[in-house]
């Protein structure tokens, strides 16, 4: 009994040591805790324009393709001509949310 206490002392004392020398382990310059204090505000930045885009280019196909509709429900006859250039633009739109992902991707990982 005494030496399973010996025991969760010393274990308990271990972790004590260890936790109060990590800290001074993964210290970081003034410099680079700088940029990890910038690093919250280009998340934020980054996925607020992620959102924005996403928004943007879910407005835009949705008014794209009701357009289409719109158009083809009153011709039918017109429906091949519409089709071809309504998905070429509602890819073009889709390319713009990929290369808003692809700056925000940027920004968060540049520093």
Known sequence: ??????KRITSFLSFCI?????SSAFAQSAKEQAIAGQGGIMVLGASIGLG???LGGGL????AA??????I???PGAADKVRG?????????ESLVIYALIIALLV???F
Not at 1 to 6: E, L, Q, V
Not at 18 to 22: D, Q, T
Not at 85 to 93: F, K
């Open 85 to 93: 250039p309504m998905i070429l633009g509602l890819a073009l739109i």
């Open 60 to 63: 835009g196909q949705g008014r």
């Open 1 to 6: 009994m005494a030496n399973r206490t010996i």
């Open 108 to 110: 968060v990982t540049k």
């Open 18 to 22: 260890v936790m109060l020398f990590a």
């Open 66 to 71: 009701a357009a289409a509709l719109d158009g």
């Open 73 to 75: 429900a009153r011709n």
């Open 52 to 54: 924005l885009a996403a």
